[in-house]
């Protein structure tokens, strides 16, 4: 079964510090994979997306890697603000005819000033 | 900026009713999809739509679903008799080529 994975499901940071967040998938033959900013109560902001053929992505501070071999994505924030406080999710896109994205359960992060 | 909009923000019903969820995709888009989030859980897909037709459905989405674009800018979710299950965060997305979905604010449903 393809499931997507999400550690920590809760982080904590003081402002200023860089930041990893972490997403795993089960199934390595993924097509692509997305990064989601959910603010509570609010829908889905689409941070970055990285193809699998890609091994990084970079949008301003945020930094998004992919290993498929490995089976892992990794989230990089850097100079972390409060305003970055929000749930994070990764979402996956898995080849052939498929459209949907199978999502993580998300990382709560909560950037103390 | 270009965006997806749905309509109510949030809606309350009674088990047993219809409610119809309104979306207004963006502009140009070919792909549109609906998925829900339950509260506590994981997003989940629900039904792909392109070219007029369903081209993907999840388990989810039974008889009880249809979809609809009756013109060409609106796209609805309608259930046809709520369950107290089907109450969640229903998300409206859409892509045109490129392969980044973008999502609603989504509707609040609540079955009471």
């Known amino acids: 079964k393809q499931e997507v994975t999400q550690i920590p499901a809760a982080l904590s940071v003081p402002e200023g510090e860089n930041l990893v967040l972490n997403c795993s998938f089960t199934?390595?033959?993924?097509?692509?994979l997305q990064w989601f900013r959910q603010d509570p109560g609010k829908g889905l902001t689409s941070l970055l997306l990285i193809q699998s053929s890609q091994r990084e992505q970079t949008s301003g501070r945020l930094n998004a890697s992919l290993d498929k071999s490995s089976g892992r994505s990794t989230l990089y924030i850097a100079a972390s603000q409060p305003g970055d406080s929000a749930t994070y999710l990764c979402?996956?896109?898995?080849?052939?005819?498929?459209?949907?994205?199978?999502f993580g359960t998300g990382t709560l992060l909560a950037v103390q000033p | 900026e270009p965006e997806v909009t749905q309509t109510p923000s949030h809606q309350v019903t009674q088990m047993g009713q219809e409610v119809i969820l309104r979306c207004v995709p963006i502009?140009?888009?070919?792909?549109f999809y609906w998925y829900r989030q339950i509260l506590g859980q994981k997003v989940e897909f629900l039904v792909s739509f392109y070219n007029n037709e369903i081209s993907e459905k999840s388990e989810i989405f039974d008889d009880q679903f249809s979809v609809e674009r009756p013109d060409g800018s609106n796209f609805t979710l309608k259930i046809r008799s709520t369950k107290l299950e089907d109450s969640a965060m229903y998300f409206c997305?859409?892509?045109?080529?490129?392969?980044?979905?973008?999502f609603g604010p989504g509707t609040r449903l609540t079955v009471l």
């Open positions: 502009s140009n888009h070919l792909y």
């Open positions: 199934d390595s033959a993924i097509y692509n």
């Open positions: 979402a996956v896109k898995y080849g052939g005819a498929t459209n949907k994205l199978i």
């Open positions: 997305a859409s892509r045109l080529i490129t392969d980044t979905q973008y």
